[in-house]
């Protein structure tokens, strides 16, 4: 008969945890926090998912890549990269019920240096992310008067060349010169970009700006501090919110003259552009910042999951989501942009001629400006914007929370509150160089070579050290331990080849197309883009730097090194409310766990472990039930 297992115990508030003896890692001593309802998680994981990249880059990056033929490249990828990629970080996460950190104590410890590199990233996010959000808020308060301020020239940044070409004044003619008041409002007003010649002089920092961060990392902090169970139920209006105001603005733009041209231009496919390599290459990129792994905050949201939670349906259903999200802003965006080409009596491409940021403050927001009820529709769209942020925010810095709990918990578990607040003094101070008068090319910088290659490059080796080194079939097995059946073939090949060489694709495209760093008229020096690739490596740095650390402070071969651990840290023995204490003759029917390890016992009669499991697993195939 096997040995006993240490029996499970209940918290007061219903979290089950093991106190075993024999547990090196301390996070299985302690009670772990659990989502209050299944919808909390749900809502935070597409909170984080559907961002600002969501409304202003996909529609962009639609258009310019042939329209509704972008659709075919962009779902292809998503199915066989982008999805398959979150459903293992969901799956990781669930299972080993550990942040992004400690989690490689129990996959393959010599890729730890993974973890650190993710909370670095997640900094640099915080570092430029926010400020946008305090754009937006700066607009925000500027909207609460009868004449929005982006309509007119008459205010004290405006310039002789500032021209309003929507005005009634048929003395008014559009020059080459010729600024809109939007524009100068973000530009001159907002950014104050005209007081900084560029990186090397970036000027003084602006204190409306300033104010107006600090007040989003107030709410940042008041939301996370208390963990899963706070941030949880701020989701419910974060993460709501936006999807009405969409269907608000939606409607409202059908209804405007010329919006069925915004549709069309939309829409119209242009196949020819299938046959050019940028197409894909925009599709995969898309695709996995949208869905967002890589960055230790879907290993967060699911470990506080219930050991049996279908992470597989939450998979596909928050994808989904996601992928539906951006499609219905397109429309959102170039229905009015096809109002705005109609009142200007210009083709849509002209009108849609600015990506990213500009296309939100100064494109939408002279739109809005120009229509029935401005006020409102300025305040409500202003308001999804932050909304959107901070639903990014709450999860990008919980990703770091949860990380870092996990790997010091007798340090910081009972400080919580006192780390969190470090933490976001920390991305506040960071954040400084972006509220400057140069503070928009600081941004541009960190969003082109801070997050990206460095994430690609980190997912890269996470999808290697699952699939080759922990094995996909130890990781299928895990699955099954979870919900009960074992991934499928499809799923297997995505994991060991296929989202690989997804990641490498984009790799290679970057490193063969880097992109041409510009913003308004400045144009990026060569320096920049060698501080650029060091902040970048910066991150990146971590995951040698600890294989090499590891290698020389532990002892054996590079196989044993790289071994993971043993019976002592295996999930299933302590996550599984349902085991027998005695002995596991007598099975729950309701728990896929324990009829799966009932059967595994039945063959081998000796204590389950990783061990024993892993000696199940060279035995016997798992066909997939998917």
């Not at 309509?151 to 010169?177: E, F, K, R």
């Not at 279908?310 to 802003?329: E, G, H, M, P, R």
């Not at 949860?402 to 960071?430: I, N, Q, S």
Request: aromatic share 16%.
């Amino acid at each position: 008969m096997p040995r006993r297992y240490a029996a499970i115990s209940f918290s007061a508030n219903g979290n089950t945890f093991v106190p075993g003896r024999n547990e090196r890692n301390a996070s299985w001593h302690t009670p772990r926090e659990t989502w209050s309802k299944k919808v909390d998680f749900l809502l935070s994981v597409i909170g984080y998912a559907v961002d600002l990249g969501n409304v202003w880059r996909f529609p962009y990056i639609c258009y310019q890549n042939g329209g509704g033929a972008f659709l075919l490249p962009y779902v292809l990828m998503a199915v066989f990269g982008g999805v398959p990629l979150f459903y293992m970080e969901l799956a990781l996460g669930q299972f080993h019920r550990s942040g992004c950190i400690s989690i490689w104590k129990h996959i393959c410890p010599i890729f730890k240096g993974i973890g650190f590199a993710i909370c670095i990233i997640a900094l640099y996010v915080a570092f430029y992310y926010n400020t946008i959000m305090a754009w937006a808020l700066y607009y925000l308060l500027s909207s609460f008067r009868a004449t929005l301020p982006w309509t007119t020239c008459t205010n004290a940044w405006n310039t002789a060349n500032c021209t309003h070409y929507l005005s009634t004044d048929m003395n008014i003619s559009w020059t080459n010169s010729s600024i809109s008041p939007a524009e100068e409002f973000y530009t001159r007003q907002v950014l104050q970009v005209h007081r900084s010649p560029g990186l090397h002089q970036l000027g003084a920092v602006s204190w409306q700006l300033g104010l107006c961060l600090l007040f989003i990392f107030t709410v940042v902090y008041f939301s996370i501090w208390k963990g899963v169970k706070t941030s949880g139920k701020v989701v419910w209006v974060t993460a709501t919110f936006p999807y009405l105001v969409l269907i608000i603005l939606l409607i409202r733009g059908a209804t405007l003259p010329g919006a069925w041209r915004g549709v069309v231009y939309y829409l119209n496919p242009d196949w020819g552009k299938l046959l050019t390599t940028s197409v894909w290459i925009d599709a995969a990129a898309q695709i996995f910042f949208s869905l967002g792994p890589g960055f230790g905050v879907l290993l967060a949201f699911a470990s506080y999951n219930p050991f049996h939670n279908n992470c597989y349906k939450d998979a596909l259903v928050t994808s989904s989501v996601n992928c539906l999200t951006s499609f219905l802003s397109g429309f959102v965006i170039f229905t009015v942009l096809g109002y705005m080409a109609e009142m200007r009596k210009e083709s849509v491409e002209t009108v849609a001629r600015d990506a990213g940021p500009s296309l939100l403050f100064i494109i939408y927001a002279e739109a809005i400006a120009n229509m029935p009820a401005a006020t409102f529709f300025a305040i409500i769209f202003f308001l999804m914007i932050i909304m959107l942020g901070l639903d990014s925010t709450f999860a990008g810095l919980e990703g770091v929370i949860t990380a870092m709990l996990d790997e010091f918990p007798h340090l910081l578990v009972k400080r919580r509150e006192w780390f969190v607040l470090g933490l976001v003094c920390v991305c506040y101070m960071g954040a400084l160089s972006t509220l400057t008068y140069g503070g928009a090319f600081v941004v541009k910088l960190f969003e082109e070579y801070a997050t990206g290659p460095a994430v690609i490059t980190v997912v890269f080796l996470e999808v290697i050290a699952v699939s080759w080194f922990y094995g996909t079939s130890r990781f299928c097995g895990d699955v099954q331990l979870m919900l009960g059946f074992s991934p499928g073939l499809f799923w297997r090949v995505c994991w060991v080849a296929i989202c690989p060489c997804f990641l490498l694709f984009i790799i290679g495209s970057f490193l063969a197309f880097p992109p041409e760093v510009k913003l308004f008229d400045y144009q990026y020096p060569f320096w920049t883009t060698v501080l650029g690739y060091c902040i970048g490596v910066s991150s990146f740095i971590c995951v040698p730097s600890y294989m090499v650390y590891h290698l020389l402070t532990t002892k054996g071969t590079f196989k044993q090194v790289r071994a993971t651990r043993g019976e002592g840290t295996w999930p299933p023995r302590t996550m599984c409310k349902y085991f027998d204490t005695s002995s596991l003759t007598t099975v729950p029917h309701s728990c896929p766990t324990c009829l799966h390890l009932h059967y595994i016992y039945s063959i081998y009669q000796t204590p389950l472990s990783r061990a024993t499991y892993n000696q199940y697993l060279q035995r016997q195939s798992h066909p997939g039930a998917i």
